[in-house]
């Protein structure tokens, strides 16, 4: 990735994100162009680390346990008003896109000031773009949601654990 891909595809996706809850009919197209901007942005600048897959697959299986614990003690928050279908489609897309963005490219760029900032960094940033969506409420739950999916990215050096982990934890919304 070049160097000014990184401000463009950041701030896109910021657009993207704040267009999804401009208007709820909009939502869908805005989660598609928030996959499109994520998937560009997730283009590796430089190789990321290999990961073992027994790795790998641990982290994810946590991430996804610690989200299937909280999915039985919280209801589920809604995820808008999509025909079944295409509504799997947008959130696969979303999950990915937003995973690409905060823990691929916010999480890379903050880490220059270290772990700290960018664990907390890209998890306050991830909670707060969905308030407008949920609410104040899951402002807590979001930002700990972050702080998990972060910890994935720290433990795997990638950001694919927490894509995965995030696509489960939207398909377990559904149900």
């Known amino acids: 990735m070049r160097a000014w891909h990184v401000p463009v595809v950041g701030t896109l996706g910021c657009l993207a994100l704040a267009a999804r809850v401009a208007d709820a009919r909009a939502a869908p197209l805005a989660d598609l162009a928030v996959g499109i901007v994520g998937i560009a942005g997730a283009v590796p600048r430089d190789r990321e680390p290999s990961v073992p897959p027994g790795r790998w697959a641990a982290v994810t299986a946590i991430g996804i346990a610690a989200f299937a614990l909280a999915r039985l003690l919280m209801p589920a928050h809604p995820a808008g008003a999509f025909p079944p279908a295409a509504g799997i489609v947008v959130l696969l897309i979303a999950s990915v896109a937003e995973e690409a963005f905060f823990r691929r490219w916010m999480y890379?760029?903050?880490?220059?000031?270290?772990?700290?900032?960018?664990?907390?960094?890209?998890?306050?940033?991830?909670?707060?773009?969905?308030?407008?969506?949920?609410?104040?409420?899951?402002?807590?739950?979001?930002?700990?949601?972050g702080l998990l999916l972060g910890w994935?990215?720290?433990?795997?050096?990638?950001?694919?654990?927490?894509a995965a982990t995030h696509v489960a934890a939207n398909l377990l919304q559904l149900g």
């Not at 700290?116 to 707060?128: H, Y």
């Not at 994935?152 to 927490?162: E, I």
């Open 152 to 162: 994935q990215r720290l433990a795997t050096g990638a950001w694919t654990a927490s």
């Open 108 to 145: 890379g760029w903050l880490a220059v000031a270290g772990v700290g900032p960018a664990l907390l960094g890209s998890s306050a940033a991830f909670a707060a773009v969905h308030v407008p969506i949920y609410g104040l409420r899951v402002l807590p739950v979001d930002f700990a949601a």
